[in-house]
């Protein structure tokens, strides 16, 4: 049997200690599909210090009591793999396109994120049926 993550146990333990804001609020009030994203590696200590150092600026999804949710990625590329290449290379201008299941809630979205100037991630998403969330074009495109 494998040990528990040390990280989902510190996100899961932050997560209990901040207020809780629900799906319709979080949609309204932070959509964030045109944002700059940072990305930072820390220690599960770290992280717990940073949060509780942030207590009371920010909310956490609470969809009926559940605050840690499990999400399932498939990306698509070339057969040459050029989006991840533009990607390792640090491209200004690049693009992914990706397939996000949310598992909680068999919710899926197709998604394409444009990275554009000055670093600004531009994330454009539309429904998409679970059953074709490996496949580039799905039901909804006739295939």
């Known amino acids: 049997m494998t040990a528990p993550s040390r990280s989902l146990e510190s996100v899961t333990a932050v997560a209990a200690e901040l207020d809780g ?61 050029d989006l991840f290449r533009a990607h390792r290379q640090g491209r200004r201008h690049r693009y992914k396109a990706r397939t996000r299941t949310y598992v909680d809630s068999d919710a899926c979205m197709f998604e394409v994120k444009l990275k554009g100037r000055r670093g600004e991630t531009i994330k454009h998403r539309m429904p998409y049926h679970i059953g074709d969330r490996g496949r580039r074009c799905g039901t909804a495109c006739g295939a």
């Not at 999804?61 to 399932?72: A, C, K, M, T």
């Open 21 to 81: 804001a629900d799906l319709d609020t979080v949609l309204v009030e932070a959509a964030l599909q045109t944002r700059v994203d940072r990305k930072y590696l820390l220690t599960p200590e770290l992280f717990r210090e940073l949060i509780r150092g942030l207590a009371g600026t920010f909310r956490v999804l609470d969809i009926d009591g559940r605050r840690v949710f499990g999400y399932e990625s498939v990306y698509f590329d070339t057969a040459s793999l």
